[in-house]
């Protein structure tokens, strides 16, 4: 098995770093070498967050190089244009259509893209795009945006999809029990989004 590169990209407070160390620890029950790397900065203030995730039979480096990565997953879809280079060629950048405009925007250094979303597919970025903060409110809780995205992503690894949400239920089941039920709904929510795009297409 060849090495799995995994990009992914948010704002602060969706929990972009959480969901890189819930996939890491997946990845890691299956005996993979995993290492992460993760570039935070004001992640508790709405700034922007990147993390990679690299697992294998044998990893060196936690950097994905520009052009390699196999999935970039955009919890916010300016930071997905934004970190569209990172996929290699057949690709697929995995995008929350949800705005989360950040302090470089609102304090006028940048503008925000009309449409990131279709500058990607301009760009020939393969992009699967859905709603995932509006699927996390259905249930009542922003947050859960992190776990509708694991769970749109789980039938894009190299693993069985129950291997990653085995992973959510136990994050949660050890930090925060009642929410091991939103958890699992939220999970099956987006993977769900992404067969029906997939059945769609």
């Known amino acids: 098995m060849t090495i799995t590169n995994i990009a992914v ?37 709405g700034g922007v967050v990147t993390s990679h995730l690299r697992f294998g039979p044998q990893v060196l480096s936690p950097q994905i190089v520009p052009g390699e990565a196999d999935l970039l997953v955009g919890f916010e879809a300016a930071e997905a244009l ?7 060629p057949g690709g697929v950048a995995l995008v929350n259509q949800g705005r989360f405009v950040p302090p ?7 503008d925000y893209p009309a449409d990131p ?11 699967s795009d859905f709603d995932a903060s509006a699927l996390a409110l259905q249930l009542g809780n922003i947050r859960l945006g992190n776990t509708v995205m694991l769970g749109a992503m789980s039938d894009r690894l190299p693993f069985p999809a129950d291997v ?28 769900a989004a992404v067969a029906r795009m997939g059945a769609a297409a």
């Open 9 to 45: 990209c948010g704002i602060g407070g969706q929990g972009v770093m959480t969901a890189t160390e819930i996939l890491a620890e997946a990845a890691l029950s299956l005996g993979f070498d995993v290492k992460k790397t993760e570039v935070a900065g004001m992640s508790q203030r």
């Open 82 to 88: 934004r970190w569209s280079h990172m996929l290699k």
């Open 104 to 110: 470089v925007v609102t304090i006028g250094l940048y």
């Open 117 to 127: 979303i279709a500058e990607m597919r301009a760009l020939g970025v393969e992009v």
């Open 164 to 191: 990653l949400r085995n992973a959510v239920l136990a994050r949660f089941g050890v930090r925060k029990p009642a929410l091991v039920d939103l958890n699992r709904q939220a999970f099956e929510l987006g993977r």
